[in-house]
């Protein structure tokens, strides 16, 4: 027996040391399907923000709070370095905005109250409880440091009558009425309702130094009847730079914006840059004589699609240094897993140490990466090169060290850091880790193919997990919204949850998509939707004759511009056994004369309906319900300004009603065009079970009761 020992015990060293050799791989442990469920387990990092000694990294943390069925958001920060484990800074459940002093000794960072709006708070590195900086009666806006780190820019909206009437007794303060009295056209937005009119954005500073007797009163730097938003200090902090739109009834003309300073104590706006087009934000260059900034120069006719660029404007003249780059300088891919809060959109610009470059995001054919673009030269050199989606970055201020987070098709929340000298990109840490490692997830595969024209059309395909090339499954074809946005190389949980569940996902880039030129994004204005249609059935044909999807078991979704042309494609085509269509719009002209933001300007429609009814009657899917034979389910959320039920889904399902056609309408309370991406978590399960289940009746002949007749 002890021989027998000895043997056992000498097999596991020998065991373990081939494992350790690499020659011997653990068994993986069993992996589950992803569910639908999995959403409330996710984590993102948003907003990460690079200490300017390049050591740390603070970021907002969003996770699902099940219980009270929202999103919460907390400060955390971690070393700079791979492999580093991540501290709590904050405990708070709405934190946010973080951003580093320029002795990265101090973070600022936004919270709200209980009832109350978000407020500038500081928090020393060194340790101590959060001190609170600002109390405007309408908060406060994302802090900016002043470069000798003692003032803090900001925007907000409160206004010297706020201020007196804060001062007041509670008893004493006037009751706001709540009758709008609307005389311009842009009155409401998606997300936020009504609006204030009379209300603006303006610039204030406020001292950076907590004394005893408490923090300095904030002060107002600009006011009137146009915002200012996000500001950036000049390198000499003397003044504050911004691009505004300062056009009254700006939604008549094609897009506008020019860059404006003032200085930092107040005065008269000097007008920095000029051009026909907008300009959307400000970057001062190191010795502050040039602004970069992205926009986009339109000469020639309006159009739908307009490619965002670099642009680099010094003494009144703007330079377009991208105009001829196919890439998009933004993050245009469309996912469900982006950050549903806390920020950390991929629009910021850097510029290097002596001012000879500029970095920025792009994305190309759907990939998302980091780009140097000479200003002077205007050659675009590629920093990053992954078939990825970097979804936010920050810099250093000399450029040297960038963090970012980074999303692929089978993982999302990464954080890493890039050395911009080497080009090293090291993965610091993941906040999905755990979760990923106990379930399959499918690794999209890219394909291309030729439309009925020729034009070459990119296209992911997710297919089921333990996938059989020899087994014929049901297809589900994805179309993107916008109709100007991508699918590219990003987790979609959405695309993964159908997969696990038995089904082919395509999810093509049709023509008008954007990332792939100025040409082929606008090549569909005046005739959306069109030619994007024979696009995506292009993609069903491709696929079929690929051996592995059953045409007789197929679906198309698609939410916003995708429901537009999930509704057009099953009134052109009877190959489709279900369609969920979502967040829709099905009758042009109810749907301008509806939504939030007021198309006046020719890039849609060359008039307005009243003037050229049968161009939106030709354009619009209800025109054809009566040529419908699929089944279909209508997804909408009730509070979505952006794409109105009246002029969308309930429009549709009125009239396959009057048809007596099978349908269904399920109704989301309270949820916005963001549904999707953003709405209440136990929303978004629920309406991912509907989309399923609806596919699950058609498709492969479930019983699904709910969605029959009494």
């Known amino acids: 027996m002890l021989r027998a020992m000895k043997s056992k015990s000498i097999l596991a060293l020998a065991a373990a040391f081939l494992l350790f050799a690499g020659r011997v791989r653990p068994e993986p442990a069993a992996r589950r399907p992803i569910a639908e469920t999995d959403l409330l387990k996710l984590r993102w990092i948003a907003d990460p923000q690079i200490s300017p000694d390049g050591r740390q990294i603070a970021y907002v943390l969003v996770t699902v709070n099940e219980k009270e069925d929202r999103y919460e958001t907390s400060l955390w920060c971690v070393a700079a370095e791979e492999g580093a ?104 937005l998606n997300g ?9 954005d303006h610039i204030w500073t406020v001292s950076a130094t907590i004394g005893p007797d408490g923090p300095a009163s904030p002060r107002p730097v600009t006011s009137g009847k146009y915002d200012e938003p996000t500001p950036a200090w000049s390198p000499d902090g003397k003044r504050l730079v911004f691009s505004a739109d300062r056009t009254d009834e700006s ?52 159009r739908s699609y307009d490619k965002v660029d670099l642009l680099v404007s010094e003494a009144g003249k703007t330079r377009d240094l991208t105009l001829e780059s196919e890439t998009d300088f933004t993050n245009f891919i469309g996912t469900d897993t982006h950050p549903p809060s806390g920020g950390g959109d991929a629009q910021s610009i850097v510029w290097t140490a002596d001012g000879s470059a500029i970095l920025a995001v792009g994305t190309l054919h759907g990939t998302t990466n980091l780009f140097r673009i000479d200003v002077k030269t205007r050659a675009v050199d590629s920093l990053t090169n992954g078939a990825h989606e970097i979804v936010a970055f920050s810099a250093t201020p000399d450029a040297s060290r960038v963090a970012m987070t980074i999303d692929d098709g089978s993982h999302l929340g990464d954080l890493h850091v890039l050395d911009t000298a080497t080009r090293r990109l090291v993965r610091v840490m993941g906040v999905n880790d755990e979760l990923l490692r106990t379930v399959e997830v499918s690794v999209p595969e890219k394909i291309a193919y030729p439309s009925f024209d020729g034009t070459k059309i990119e296209a992911w395909v997710i297919k089921p997990p333990r996938f059989d090339p020899k087994k014929k499954y049901p297809l589900i074809l994805n179309a993107h919204g916008g109709p100007h946005i991508a699918y590219g190389e990003s987790f979609v949980h959405e695309f993964q949850w159908m997969a696990a569940k038995g089904y082919v996902v395509l999810a093509p880039n049709p023509r008008g998509s954007s990332s792939y030129g100025q040409e082929f994004g606008n090549s569909i204005q005046y005739e959306f939707p069109g030619d994007d249609y024979k696009d995506l059935m292009a993609g069903v044909d491709d696929l079929i004759r690929r051996g592995y999807v059953d045409e007789k078991k197929l679906g198309i979704t698609g939410g916003s511009g995708g429901g537009v042309l999930t509704s057009w494609a099953i009134s052109h085509t009877n190959r489709f056994q279900a369609a969920v269509s979502q967040r829709s719009i099905s009758d042009w002209a109810g749907w301008w004369y509806s939504l939030d933001v007021p198309i006046y300007n020719a890039a849609w429609f060359r ?79 629920e309406r991912l079970r509907h989309i399923l289940n609806w596919f699950d009746k058609y498709l492969e002949g479930k019983p699904m009761p709910e969605y029959d007749l009494p």
């Open 192 to 200: 936020l309702g009504d609006l204030d009119l009379a209300e603006h």
């Open 85 to 188: 484990t991540p501290r709590p800074l904050t405990n708070g459940t709405r934190d946010a905005a973080p951003r580093w002093s320029p002795d990265s000794r101090i973070l600022a960072f936004l919270r709200p109250g209980e009832k109350s709006p978000a407020q500038i708070h500081l928090l020393s590195m060194a340790g101590g409880e959060p001190r609170k900086l600002t109390d405007l009666p309408k908060g406060a806006s994302t802090p900016v440091w002043s470069p000798d780190g003692s003032t803090i820019a900001f925007t907000s909206s409160t206004t010297s009558q706020d201020l007196a009437d804060q001062k007041k007794p509670p008893a004493d303060k006037p009751k706001k009425s709540d009758v709008h009295v609307v005389t311009q056209a842009f009155f409401r």
């Open 251 to 302: 939604y008549y003309f094609p897009q506008d914006g020019n860059v404006y300073s003032v200085p930092a104590e107040g005065g008269k706006l000097t007008t920095l840059a000029d051009i026909t087009g907008p300009i959307t934000d400000a970057f001062p260059s190191p010795d502050g004589s040039r602004i970069a900034s992205h926009g986009e120069a339109l000469n020639g006719p309006t």
């Open 607 to 685: 008039q307005y309906p009243f003037q050229d009814a049968e161009d939106y009657r030709r354009r619009s899917p209800v025109t054809y319900v009566d040529r419908i034979s699929t089944p279909l389910m209508l997804i909408e959320g009730e509070s979505d300004l952006r794409a109105p039920t009246n002029s969308g889904g309930g429009v549709m399902f009125r009239a396959l009603k009057a048809l007596h056609k099978p349908t269904a309408m399920v109704l989301f309370p309270g949820e916005t065009h963001e549904l999707s991406r953003s709405g209440k978590p136990s929303h978004r399960i």
